[in-house]
């Protein structure tokens, strides 16, 4: 009987996070900065008495009670075009946005893509970083990215850190219309001219940077039942 | 009508005690991150109608002391947490995800009547 209320006060618990079951994880993901220091700064006013704005993410300079870090759930794309010389790495970036919930409100949604550790007295050569919106979702191994939709192209000296883009706009649409989300179309090229001579070397690069290559959207929302103007009155 | 003096011992009287709720002994921290748990608190004791203006108390537990010292049918005021501060929890859903969360009212900071 002990074990049956138990397990009921679980699953209240449970909805109470606003998750649907108990997760069962495989392994940890790793946690970024970030979200750590927020966690942190946060315990330690806690712990101190200091009174806090849990609708305001001040590390952010957003609004906003919830953050999620989403992985990338994409592929990587081998197409005729990787063997052409400048081309180094194709990847299809997918994030599922199903677990906001339908009353929260998009605040902050930023891709993060981590090239990896680069060695400095090594230097890699420069990228070009594309970025497009997918017009149709991944069928029969192909997809087409918008013709004309490159909305983020960056040139980046290497070595580099962990590069971010704003995606809200595009998140919240997303967000409104599920069926929108097909995802990005990464594509990082290879600046300027080079030497032919130097195209194994450049090949490991690229092998290291597909290996390495890490992509995730850092997702803030803010519900209306915990900061919306009755609670802002009622706090 | 003469008052009643207080029949609570002091230990008993309302005030914060310590619970720690260890996310380990519920076979939460599979999934969550941090913390591994917290100082909940709880609140417990009696409220007095002689000590309600000394324990944190509201002017109704005042009254409803007041009543219940007239008729002892109606219940004591009730030792209630008066004042609460929030935890963040950092935790992993199914999805992968791994999620910050701000709760309200989590910790009992002080106890009333």
């Known amino acids: 009987a002990w074990g049956q209320t138990f397990q009921f006060q679980d699953s209240v618990f449970i909805q109470f996070l606003g998750l649907d079951k108990v997760p069962s994880p495989q392994k940890f993901q790793p946690v970024p900065y970030i979200m750590r220091k927020i966690f942190q700064d946060r315990e330690a006013a806690a712990a101190a008495g200091d ?33 052409q010389a400048s081309c180094c790495l194709e990847k299809l970036l997918y994030f599922n946005l199903s677990t906001t919930k339908d009353k929260e409100q998009l605040t902050m949604a930023q891709l993060g893509l981590d090239l990896g550790p680069s060695t400095y007295y090594n230097p890699g050569p420069d990228l070009e970083l594309a970025l497009s919106l997918v017009q149709e ?17 960056q040139t980046v000296p290497w070595p580099q850190g962990i590069l971010h883009f704003n995606l809200l706009h595009m998140a919240k649409d997303w967000n409104d219309n599920p069926q929108k989300n097909s995802g990005l ?13 130097v195209d194994s070397q450049l090949k490991d690069t690229c092998a290291r940077l597909r290996r390495s290559l890490r992509a995730s959207l850092l997702v803030v929302t803010l519900s209306p039942e915990q900061c919306g103007p009755s609670s802002r009155k009622r706090r | 009508a003469a008052i009643p003096a207080p029949q609570a011992p002091c230990k008993n009287l309302c005030h914060r005690h ?7 002994d519920l076979g939460w921290h599979k999934w969550i991150i941090a913390p591994r748990g917290f100082m909940a608190n709880y609140c417990h004791g009696e409220c007095p109608f002689s000590l309600t203006t000394s324990l944190n108390s509201s002017n109704y537990a005042f009254m409803q002391a007041l009543m219940q010292a007239v008729d002892p049918e109606i219940p004591q005021a009730v030792c209630i947490p008066i004042k609460l501060s929030p935890i963040s929890m950092l935790y992993q859903d199914n999805n992968d995800n791994v999620i910050l969360r701000h709760y309200e009212d989590m910790v009992v900071d002080e106890c009333g009547c």
């Not at chain 1, 179309?185 to 001579?197: H, N, S, T, W, Y």
């Open chain 1, 51 to 83: 009174s806090q704005d849990s609708c305001y993410v001040k590390d952010l300079g957003v609004r906003g009670n919830v953050l999620r870090l989403l992985p990338d759930q994409g592929v990587f794309l081998y197409s005729k075009q990787l063997s």
């Open chain 1, 137 to 153: 979702p991944p069928g029969w191994g192909r997809f087409f990215p918008k013709p004309g939709k490159v909305f983020v192209l």
């Open chain 1, 185 to 197: 179309f990464l594509e990082i090229q290879v600046k300027g001219d080079r030497d032919p001579g």
């Open chain 2, 18 to 24: 310590q619970l720690f709720i260890s996310f380990q």
